[in-house]
């Protein structure tokens, strides 16, 4: 016959007490899109969040965003310049084959309205 007090525990089984923790301080949903500089702390901070970031990955990310924006102008600019040149060159075509239909109307009806007198 067992009693309660015989049954021990084995020893090292405990769970230890959890000690560390993640402090979750910034929400991650967060794109940082208002940035403060702070020249006396000389940190670059979130202002939505608070997160402070390394000032050189800040400048790294600005300038490749700056350089990709350059770029996109640089396509839009060309793309467009294209498109003007198309724009013009159907100009031309709308004008010259209006002036066709005024010839060949010119040529079709006065020979129509002389008939259509005579008759
Ligand atoms: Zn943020």
Redesign the pocket.
Known sequence: MTTDTNIRQFPGAEIPEQTLSVEKK?PSF?Q?EKITLDDHSRTVR?V??G?VMDPFNFLLYEVSRLQDAWERNRQVRKDTSVLIDRVETLKKEEARLKARIKTAKAKVEPAFSVRSREL
């Open positions: 910034y967060c940082h979130c939505a969040c997160q």
